[in-house]
């Protein structure tokens, strides 16, 4: 089978995405805020803030799941990307950890299709070339070890996301 098959770039809207669970670009409240984040709570409707007020949070590079609720996908996973700050503060890491746990907490609930916005790349400031070959090539790599989704979706809001993400897959795919 090949990588193609199982991962894609598409530019479009994450609430909109048919898929099991859609992955929320949080900040450590959990509790909302503007930009994607924003965009879900309102889709999903107050039921999601109020499971979410249970959560107790998130730490940076951690993720948490909740229902749904009034999006068409079953599940939401909260993460929390890095803030940039110059590059020296472990954020590869960090992002690379959300990526990562995501991907582990979905596989926990069975989850075989998935959708990520670009992780930090909007408020949080991270450069997004750097940012999309981080994220294609952590999902890859779970993906060699023996992965049980079968569609994973990188969402991208903008041509400028777009064109990073894609670009970033097919030379990682390339590499292989
Ligand atoms: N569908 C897909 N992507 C989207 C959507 C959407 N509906 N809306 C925005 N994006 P950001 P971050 C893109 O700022 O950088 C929040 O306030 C957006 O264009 O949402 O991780 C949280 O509460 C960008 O490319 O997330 C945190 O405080 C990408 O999603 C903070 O922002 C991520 O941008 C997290 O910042």
Redesign the pocket.
């Known amino acids: 089978m090949s990588y193609h098959d199982t991962i894609s770039v598409i530019l479009g ?3 909109e995405q048919e898929v099991d669970a859609i992955v929320n ?3 450590n409240s959990l509790l ?8 879900i709570h309102h889709a999903a409707g107050e039921k999601l803030l109020e499971e979410c007020r249970t959560l107790g949070g998130c730490p940076t590079g951690e993720a948490k799941i909740t229902g749904g609720y009034l999006l068409p996908a079953r599940w939401v996973i909260h993460t929390v ?1 890095p803030i940039w700050n110059g590059g020296h503060q472990k954020e590869d890491e960090f992002l690379v950890r959300a990526y990562r746990n995501s991907l582990l907490l979905a596989e926990e609930y069975d989850i075989k299709s998935i959708a990520f ?8 400031g ?1 450069p997004v070339d750097r940012a999309s070959v981080l994220a294609v090539k952590t999902i890859l790599e779970h993906m060699k070890n023996g992965c049980l989704l079968d569609d994973i979706r990188l ?1 991208c ?2 041509d400028e ?1 777009y064109h990073f993400y894609s670009n970033a897959l097919e030379l990682a795919v390339s590499e292989i």
């Open positions: 809207d994450i609430v670009a949080a900040n909302g805020g503007g930009g994607v984040d924003g965009a990307g916005p670009g992780i930090s790349i909007g408020a949080y991270f969402i809001f903008n996301a």
